[in-house]
């Protein structure tokens, strides 16, 4: 009997997959949304990424969205730990010569990294989310191999509540002078494909690169400290 059940689930399951694809415009894009951001999105943006258009200037109101919902998510890592019972600190087993040596060297160039992508979202694929990821990254390289060393929780919380309201103000300041909406690319596009234009979509992901990756590395931080 639960082999049959199980079977007609399984069946239930396919077949709505099936016609999920069956409706999914493969190919040339065919509806009207699409087309009309690859064919404007370089010209109203001046992005050379096109994700970068939809992600920043048409859907930017939604991105920060994203960006808060991942606040709320460290917030509420830090007030589950705040609420625990701090335990004894155990004595850390020093790192090796090598993996403390590489993980000092290697984290500058992590770093540098990070910053070249979120930069570079409006030219190059990537962009605030994954340039802030790479970011936490080299912190997390830190906890792992440079053994003692932790992040300054002041600083990382400056750096993520001031690239929140470099954000938000960005998105006002373009409210009130173009009146027309939230994020309105109001600076100068400059010329495509190069690194100064797109007009505020670099501020926008180099705030987003921040904020993300110092959200992470203050989620990371709360997480090493409590399995130590």
């Known amino acids: 009997m639960r082999r049959i059940i199980s079977l007609i689930l399984i069946a ?27 064919n404007k999105g370089r010209e109203q943006t001046g992005a050379a990424n096109i994700v970068t258009s939809v992600v920043v200037n048409y859907r930017g109101f939604d991105t920060l969205g994203e960006v808060t919902v991942l606040f709320i998510a460290a917030v509420g890592v830090s007030a589950v730990f705040a609420t625990r019972k701090k335990k004894i600190k155990k004595e850390i087993e020093p790192s090796s010569l090598i993996l403390n040596t590489g993980c000092r060297f290697l984290f500058p160039l992590i770093l540098f990294f990070g910053a070249y992508i979120f930069i570079h979202g409006h030219l190059t694929p990537g962009g605030g989310f994954q340039g802030g990821a790479v970011i936490a990254s080299a912190f997390l390289l830190t906890y792992l191999g440079c053994q003692g060393r932790r992040i300054s929780e002041r600083r990382n919380k400056i750096t993520e509540s001031l690239s929140g309201l470099v954000f938000v103000v960005v998105g006002l300041i373009g409210l009130a002078v173009g009146g027309h909406y939230f994020l309105y690319n109001f600076l100068p596009k400059g010329n495509l494909l190069s690194l100064l234009s797109a007009g505020i979509i670099p501020i926008i992901y180099i705030a987003i690169g921040f904020k993300v990756g110092s959200e992470i590395s203050g989620i990371i931080d709360k997480l090493m400290e409590e399995s130590r």
């Open 12 to 38: 239930i399951v396919a077949l709505g997959i099936a016609l999920s694809l069956i409706h999914i415009p493969w190919g040339t894009p065919k509806t009207k949304v699409g087309n009309y951001y690859i």
